[in-house]
């Protein structure tokens, strides 16, 4: 089992900056990609930015130029900086992590953290 701690969240003005940090705990084997998520009320949840263990990375074209996915392989960590922050940005921002673990390592699961919210108002 992957239990993923996330922090950061907060309340912030407009362009104001941000940086979530999710953290993974647990019998890791491996982690391959990582990602965060978000999901404004009344709204389905969106793929912000995805990074993979390559250091690879994508970003939500609304979100380019403004937020930078980063992982650190030693702490099991990847973190969002948000810059520019923008009122459509406010929502609840998910960790995501796929990963596999000692127990079942030819076996690989996607993670969830517990969401961190995100509000961006003046």
């Known amino acids: 089992q992957v239990q993923l701690m996330e922090s950061g969240g907060g309340l912030v003005q407009p362009g104001g900056s941000l940086r979530l940090s999710c953290a993974a705990f647990?019998?890791?084997?491996?982690?391959?990609?990582m990602a965060w998520y978000r999901q404004a009320p009344g709204k389905q949840r969106e793929l912000v930015a995805e990074?993979?263990?390559?250091?690879?990375?994508d970003y939500l074209e609304s979100v380019k130029g403004r937020f930078t996915i980063s992982r650190d392989d030693a702490k099991n960590t990847v973190y969002l900086q948000m810059n520019s922050l923008k009122p459509e940005d406010t929502a609840v921002y998910y960790c995501?992590?796929?990963?596999?673990?000692?127990?079942?390592?030819?076996?690989?699961?996607?993670?969830w953290g517990q969401g961190t919210q995100v509000t961006v108002s003046s």
């Open positions: 647990g019998n890791i084997f491996r982690i391959y990609e």
């Open positions: 995501n992590a796929a990963a596999s673990l000692y127990d079942s390592t030819w076996s690989q699961s996607d993670y």
């Open positions: 990074i993979t263990s390559g250091a690879r990375t």
